[in-house]
């Protein structure tokens, strides 16, 4: 990658302003640091010449002598700055020409120009000063140079040379390292998508190793592509099975009214021949309405209608509505409830997957059978039971049941879309419980509403 494309990307300007800012923390950190110490330098030093002034200015004329040459012969770095002047200004000890112009002999303490003789010569020098007039009216003037500050500003700005430079030049190569890094990243999930929009489903986003985003959402999206393979692969099949099992009612209905137009002699025999046209009209919209229903409930547009379900009410219910219709079947149909569950749910999509249980139970059970709902608690989940005493299901054909428009061999024949189970299985989806059903002798299906679900909706809510 080339440099002004490297530098356009986020995560370089986002390690350079990231960069930035720590290099302005530090200039102000270090420029505060610079502002304080020099301030306490500065003070530091006033207070010193202060003191010195006050004790020299006790002391007898013979002894300020003496005690100025001391204290000019301490000072190896010249820093010190004394005078000890007549009333006519002129010098009788010190390294001072003379009283500094303009410094008032007040006792405080003031930046001032000065002026002594070297080496080299007259040096002029900015010092903090003091100056006072002696009782016997001689003047004492005492200084320091601060060139400290000076010092401390050197040393500040080759720690910030040393330190800070190197720090930004890391940044900005981490900055371009990680911006590398994940370029080549999103070029490699490029070209898997690239792939999945020409049209290779099967294709999947590469598995990173570790725990980090990129990885995450390699696995959400994954299994968003798994979700859509399987839905297209359902929308691809479904148009076949529409046309198998519609074909057969609507050919029935043209060839019916195809003969009642040509065989029909009275008006009887025609309405007869038009009632069987539209119960075979009216077979085809049931499969469609049944068809639509299983879209709405897959779009989870009901689950905004949530609320508390008593299961046991409902389940009475329903054995109250298929216990006529069993007695007709001569079919024994027994309801056993032994737990008073209350649920998160939508109570008449919960009545309809029920309804549909039950119903297959006594379509399927042959006379003489027996179905029976119950409702218990095990493992902490409350579950519905649908029991029957007929030919049951297979193992091999425990999944296919759930499928569009799934037929038996067995059960050809008899009335019905091969919608039920899979509208079934939509509402358990759409409720988050669990749909089992248990192969062998006699049909067992239990829908199971875990505890965790049934809380988590209702934290949601609230």
Same mark, same amino acid.
């Given at each position: 990658m080339r440099l002004p494309e490297l530098a356009r990307t986020t995560t370089f300007r986002s390690a350079a302003g990231a960069a930035g800012a720590f290099a302005v923390f530090v200039l102000v950190l270090f420029g505060f640091t610079y502002w304080k110490t020099d301030r306490y330098l500065v003070t530091r030093s006033d207070h010193v010449i202060a003191s010195q002034l006050r004790v020299m200015a006790a002391l007898s004329p013979e002894q300020e002598t003496d005690i100025i040459q001391y204290h000019l012969s301490e000072d190896p770095r010249g820093v010190q700055f004394a005078g000890l002047f007549r009333p006519d200004r002129t010098r009788i000890a010190g390294n001072l020409d003379g009283p500094p112009p303009g410094l008032e002999l007040d006792g405080a303490v003031h930046s001032i120009g000065v002026t002594r003789s070297g080496q080299s010569g007259v040096e002029a020098w900015t010092v903090r000063a003091i100056g006072t007039t002696l009782p016997d009216g001689d003047v004492l003037v005492l200084g320091r140079d601060v060139d400290e500050a000076i010092e401390l500003s050197r040393v500040v700005g080759q720690a910030l040379a040393l330190g800070l430079i190197p720090a930004l030049v890391l940044c900005l190569a981490t900055g371009a390292l990680l911006s590398m890094r994940v370029e080549r990243r999103i070029a490699d999930v490029n070209q898997h998508v690239q792939r999945i929009v020409a049209g290779d489903l099967r294709e999947r986003l590469p598995k990173l190793a570790g725990d980090d985003p990129f990885a995450k959402l390699a696995s959400i999206v994954n299994g968003m592509l798994d979700e859509?393979?399987?839905?297209?692969?359902?929308?691809?099949?479904?148009?076949? #099975?529409?046309?198998?099992?519609?074909?057969?009612?609507?050919?029935? /209905?043209?060839?019916?009214?195809?003969?009642?137009?040509?065989?029909?002699? +009275?008006? %009887?025999? =025609?309405?007869?021949?038009? #009632?069987?046209?539209?119960?075979?009209?009216?077979?085809?919209?049931?499969?469609?309405?049944?068809?639509?229903?299983?879209?709405?409930?897959?779009?989870?547009?009901?689950?905004?209608?949530?609320?508390?379900?008593?299961?046991?009410?409902?389940?009475?219910?329903?054995? %109250?509505?298929?216990?006529?219709?069993?007695?007709?079947?001569?079919?024994?149909?027994?309801?056993?409830? +032994?737990?008073?569950?209350?649920?998160?749910?939508?109570?008449?999509?919960?009545?309809?997957? /029920?309804?549909?249980?039950?119903?297959?139970?006594?379509?399927?059970?042959?006379?003489?059978? &027996? /179905?029976?709902?119950?409702?218990?608690?095990?493992?902490?989940?409350?579950?519905?039971?649908?029991?029957?005493?007929?030919?049951?299901?297979? %193992?091999?054909?425990?999944?296919? /049941?759930?499928?569009?428009?799934?037929?038996?061999?067995?059960?050809?024949?008899?009335?019905? =879309?091969?919608?039920?189970?899979?509208?079934?299985?939509?509402?358990?989806?759409?409720?988050?419980?669990?749909?089992?059903?248990?192969?062998?002798?006699? &049909?067992?299906?239990?829908?199971?509403?875990?505890?965790?679900v049934a809380d988590s909706k209702a934290g949601e809510r609230g």
């Open positions: 859509i393979e399987a839905l297209i692969h359902a929308i691809a099949g479904i148009g076949n #099975d529409i046309a198998h099992d519609l074909r057969t009612p609507l050919a029935r /209905v043209r060839l019916m009214l195809e003969r009642g137009r040509t065989n029909a002699q +009275t008006l %009887e025999q =025609f309405r007869l021949v038009a #009632d069987k046209a539209v119960a075979g009209i009216d077979q085809s919209l049931a499969m469609t309405t049944a068809l639509l229903r299983l879209v709405e409930i897959e779009n989870s547009r009901r689950s905004a209608g949530f609320g508390k379900v008593a299961l046991a009410d409902l389940l009475h219910e329903v054995g %109250e509505l298929y216990e006529p219709i069993a007695e007709g079947k001569n079919i024994v149909l027994r309801v056993d409830l +032994t737990h008073a569950a209350v649920v998160d749910g939508d109570r008449d999509l919960l009545m309809e997957a /029920v309804v549909n249980l039950v119903d297959n139970a006594v379509k399927f059970t042959p006379a003489g059978g &027996c /179905v029976e709902i119950s409702l218990f608690r095990d493992n902490a989940e409350s579950i519905i039971r649908v029991k029957d005493t007929g030919a049951g299901i297979s %193992e091999l054909e425990r999944d296919a /049941v759930l499928k569009r428009f799934y037929r038996s061999e067995k059960l050809r024949t008899a009335p019905g =879309f091969g919608l039920g189970l899979n509208l079934v299985a939509a509402i358990v989806k759409l409720h988050g419980f669990r749909l089992t059903i248990h192969p062998g002798s006699g &049909c067992v299906v239990e829908i199971a509403s875990p505890d965790s």
